[in-house]
């Protein structure tokens, strides 16, 4: 079979740890052309692996190579017009997250890419994460969630996200919405406190919600406390999952006392952080759906509904 011929628009910090060294990795995608304004990055990320087609237009890029997909990894409001031109050029796309800036861009991206029936995929990789997986599978085989909390906690003096493009809800505490409602399902009523502590702009976004299936599921972020900190829990009738997708997961089951703790390389099969951390998971799902001709799991259509949910959180302040 002929690979899947793969364009990338930004050679950028997160493509480079993350994407091109998963995908080099496929024997059935090949990256044939990479764009970037930055022609450091753009000549540097070439030469490492070896593609010769280089641009810093990608409308040139996209007119002049053949391409079955394109991965357009840069800030959230560099996107819009890029994702459009690809979608556009029927190209499969995938993106970062967060899919756009608001709701209606993504949702102007899942609707395009509908009808020119491209395949899409935002990289919500905690969904991938080797670790959390299992540790949800191991949950679910005693039965259905019934409470899940996402935490992500951080110590944040770097001011507003690229300068104010974009809140911190959407653009990054988005890792723990998604993971939210891979856990627990669709939301039926939530509630929600925001705070800006010690700060000019939102920094602290918690919210206590009731699922669709009745269970309940608790969103804790602040990004003004001691340090990175980004850990799950996940409960059914007699088991206990908790979870730290950069170190390892306990899970206790039945009143055991002494449970079974995994650890996230353990899980991954790999010490490499883009295989533990999901993202070389996530692109291999994204090539096999490109592959077998059938949507992502988090394809934009579905990226809509995590941006809804972020923007119900907002909604559904009670202070
Ligand atoms: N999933 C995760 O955990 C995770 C972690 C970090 C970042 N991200 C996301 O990854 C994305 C990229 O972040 P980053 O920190 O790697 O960015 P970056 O700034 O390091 O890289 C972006 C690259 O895109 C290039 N670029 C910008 N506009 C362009 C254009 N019009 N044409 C061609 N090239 C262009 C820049 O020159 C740069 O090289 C963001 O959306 C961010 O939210 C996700």
Known sequence: MKPIRIGFIGAGSLANAMHYPSLAEFEDAQIVAICDLNEQHLNATADKYQVDRRYTNYRQMLEQVDLDAVYVIMPPHHLFDIVIHCLQAKKHVFIEKPPGLTTYQTASFAELAAKNGCLTMCGFNRRFIPLLAQSKSLVEEQGPIIQCTATFLKYHTGGR?????????????????DTLRWMG??????????????STFENSFNALIEFENGATGFLVTNWMVGRRVH???????GISAFV?????????????????TITAQEAAGSDLRHKSY????????FIDCIGQGCEPNTCFADAVKTMELVD????????
């Not at 996200?161 to 919405?177: F, K, P, Q, S």
């Not at 399902?185 to 010690?198: C, D, K, N, P, Q």
């Not at 119900?312 to 202070?319: F, G, H, N, P, V």
Request: charged share 25%; with cysteine; proline share 0%.
């Open 161 to 177: 996200y690229y300068n104010g493009a974009i809140d911190i809800l959407t653009c990054d505490a988005i890792h723990a919405v």
């Open 185 to 198: 399902g669709e939301v039926r009523a939530l509630a929600s406190t925001i705070h800006a502590y010690e």
């Open 231 to 237: 850990t799950f829990e996940m409960h059914a009738k």
């Open 244 to 260: 730290d997708g950069d170190d390892c997961a306990h899970v206790y089951h039945g009143n055991q006392e002494a449970g079974r």
């Open 278 to 285: 999901g993202f070389y998971f996530e692109n291999r799902h």
């Open 312 to 319: 119900r959180i907002y909604a559904s302040r009670i202070c």
